[in-house]
């Protein structure tokens, strides 16, 4: 990562995320980040760490070796046709992060021997803490690591196939607002039997957050640990009895289906 050049191409939330995991990641070089938008005035106050700020998606690109496309979906065709001219199979990849544009899409616009990665983050990137999907085509074995490594300054990242993209975008990108409506649900049964609000949340975020570490640390499958926590005759298994009763998981596998639709269609 140290003398790659990267220029991220339309940089909103996501794509700041990405520059604050790029600034703390030991080695990188602020002077070889170039980051653009269209009315670039709110990123000014980047430009005193070394870092590139214009409106110039042409330049930022030319001198980039890695192309990150934070825009929206419809907005990739305008983009890549804007930037095509200045790049070379031999310097540039391309990586986006735009939801259902297939690499073939973006291969209409482009040269056909040129690195083209699609790549999946969530919000938690703003705290690096994130899951990136990643696939790719024409790619190198150096290229994908670089990638990879670009990906895991702002948490984790996998290579999967292209043809889980979608899905990809529904359990990693989707899945933090399925997990925070469970949280919010959860505060408001926590008022309920008491808690006032502030108090309800804290202990909810620590027990969401305990719950995923154990799972992670330990390796163990979630029924595993549930096992451990529903005594016979309990008060859990009690809770989640009713739950079940009420279509808990059903709703929820309903609702990853729901969302995987909608981007299918």
Known sequence: MKNLKIAIIGCGNLGLSIVNGLLETEGFNANNLYVTKRHPESLFYLKPQGIEV?????????????????????????????IAPVLSPE????????????????????PNEIGVFRAMP???????????????????????????????????????????????????????AYVLRFMRAMTQGGIQIGFDAQTANAIVNQTVKGAAELIIKKGI?????IDKVTTPKG???????????????????????????????
Request: net charge negative; glycine share 8%.
């Open 122 to 176: 969530n919000i938690a990137a703003d705290i690096k803490e994130s899951i990136t999907c990643i696939c790719g085509k024409n790619g190198s074995t150096e290229t994908e690591n670089h990638i990879k490594a670009l990906f895991n300054s702002i948490g984790i990242s996998i290579v999967i196939e292209e043809h889980l993209m979608e899905a990809a975008t529904v359990l990693g990108a989707c899945g933090i």
């Open 91 to 110: 310097k540039q990849t391309i990586i986006s992060l735009a939801t259902g544009v297939t690499l073939e899409d973006m291969y209409q616009h482009l």
């Open 221 to 225: 499958h979630p029924e595993a640990a």
């Open 54 to 82: 214009t409106s110039d998606n042409k330049y930022a690109a030319q001198e980039a070796d890695m192309v990150i496309l934070g825009v929206k979906p419809y907005n990739i065709p305008h983009i890549l046709k804007e």
């Open 235 to 265: 008060c859990t298994i009690v809770g989640l009895n009713e739950m079940e009763h009420h279509g808990f998981s059903a709703a929820m596998v309903k609702g990853v289906l729901a969302s995987y639709e909608k981007i299918e269609k």
